[in-house]
């Protein structure tokens, strides 16, 4: 598939808002799936930090 301009490379032959509005929703979907573990292993180290503190000062 060869596109003029491009325009027309963005319109996708009047299908663009589908293809970019799934291209996007895909990249989003991938950020979460990197984000979550990250924050989720984060707020973990956090509140085993916070339950060390905890121990160490009974």
């Given at each position: 598939?060869?596109?003029?301009?491009?325009?027309?490379?963005?319109a996708m032959?009047?299908?663009?808002?589908?293809?970019?509005?799934?291209?996007?929703?895909?990249?989003?979907?991938?950020?979460?799936?990197?984000a979550a573990?990250?924050?989720?292993?984060?707020r973990y180290?956090?509140?085993?930090?916070?339950?060390?503190?905890?121990?160490?000062?009974?």
């Open positions: 598939m060869s596109f003029a301009s491009f325009g027309d490379f963005l032959g009047h299908h663009g808002l589908y293809v970019w509005s799934a291209y996007g929703l895909c990249l989003l979907v991938l950020a979460v799936n990197v573990p990250l924050v989720a292993r984060r180290l956090q509140q085993e930090a916070r339950r060390l503190r905890r121990e160490k000062g009974n």
